[in-house]
């Protein structure tokens, strides 16, 4: 199946980042160190290791526009980024996606005010198995219910004849923003049933298993997997928020900007402390979000910007 709608071209109705005027001002604090600004200092700033890569073009975009921040982006697991920030410990997070329950719960307890925050870019969750699979297209309905552990696995051999066994799904990780988005976006909140979901360390791992295991479906996120040759994206049926039935329609950046995709995942910058003329992170909040060669460059990769105005050409 081809693609029937295609983003043929993206206005980014952006300028440059938009920075306080002030932040260009030369000034020392009281020990006689250059004082820091939203573009000036050093910073070190967390990075979901499932997005690592699609976040290099943004930094070096980042890097020579501000010759004079040095910021390191440190690649992390969003459990772990998460905790750093909770902690106190990390200034700035990336992450592909929100927070799960207990770490929501844990921001209730501390009565902290909310973190400030911007969404980057829009990605999704995919499943993808090797070409030999016997199918194309699965339902959402589906696959959530084996989640739950409300589909036996006669029951989902019955619904896919070509399946000598129920496919096995695997993650890169518990740790993992794919496995915390199986729980946020593919369950609404809900913990996977025992037995759901076999969870694998990292996507190389996961690749390599559902490339060599016979009725192996990987879980991962589009931006990971949309020029990736080696496996296929399994189409997915699903219903709506009103609950009409969608067919199987191909896992392309366009479905997820009309939000005719099921699992629609946001990638997020999160901050510890106001944005301000004096916070670098909050300077490299403001660049990623806000200019127009950084959302381009989510984009080229084949997800959606989070601040454009996309158009769509239709067919005839």
């Avoid at 499932?50 to 073009?57: C, K, N, V």
């Avoid at 772990?80 to 106190?88: I, R, S, T």
């Avoid at 870019?121 to 409300?150: C, L, N, Q």
């Avoid at 901050?271 to 984009?299: C, E, I, K, S, W």
Wanted: hydrophobic share 40%; net charge positive.
């Amino acid at each position: 199946m081809t693609t029937k709608q295609q983003i043929s071209k993206a206005v980014i109705a952006l300028g440059a980042a938009v920075l306080l005027s002030s932040c260009g001002n030369e000034g020392t604090t009281s020990d006689g160190k250059v004082q820091e600004t939203a573009i000036r200092g050093s910073a070190v700033i967390l990075v979901d290791e499932e997005i690592a890569g699609l976040l290099e073009p943004a930094k070096k975009l980042y890097d020579k526009a501000h010759p004079d921040a040095k910021v390191t982006f440190q690649h992390v697991s969003s459990r772990d980024a998460v905790h750093n920030l909770l902690d106190g410990s990390a200034r700035g997070i990336v992450l592909a996606r929100n927070f799960v329950e207990d770490e929501t719960q844990a921001v209730t307890a501390a009565n902290r005010k909310p973190f400030p925050q911007s969404i980057l870019a829009k990605d999704a969750i995919v499943f993808y198995a090797a070409k030999s699979f016997p199918y194309d297209t699965m339902s959402s309905e589906h696959i959530v219910m084996w989640f739950r552990g409300d589909l036996k696995s006669d029951s989902f051999r019955s619904q896919y004849p070509n399946l000598n066994t129920a496919p096995t799904f695997v993650v890169p990780g518990v740790n993992s923003s794919v496995t915390a988005n199986v729980v946020n976006i593919v369950l609404n909140g809900k913990s996977p049933a025992r037995g759901s979901l076999t969870s694998l360390e990292g996507r190389d791992s996961v690749k390599t298993y559902v490339l060599r295991t016979k009725n192996a479906i990987g879980v991962g996120l589009l931006s990971q997997f949309v020029r990736d040759t080696s496996v296929k994206l399994l189409q997915l049926s699903y219903r709506d928020s009103a609950g009409v039935y969608q067919s199987p329609k191909p896992v392309h950046q366009a479905y997820v900007a009309m939000k005719k995709y099921p699992f629609i995942v946001p990638i997020v910058m999160m901050l510890r402390d106001p944005v301000g003329q004096y916070n670098l992170p909050g300077g490299v909040l403001q660049y990623l979000a806000r200019t127009g060669d950084v959302q381009r460059t989510f984009l080229d990769a084949g997800i959606v910007p989070g601040y454009a105005r996309i158009e769509l050409t239709l067919p005839e």
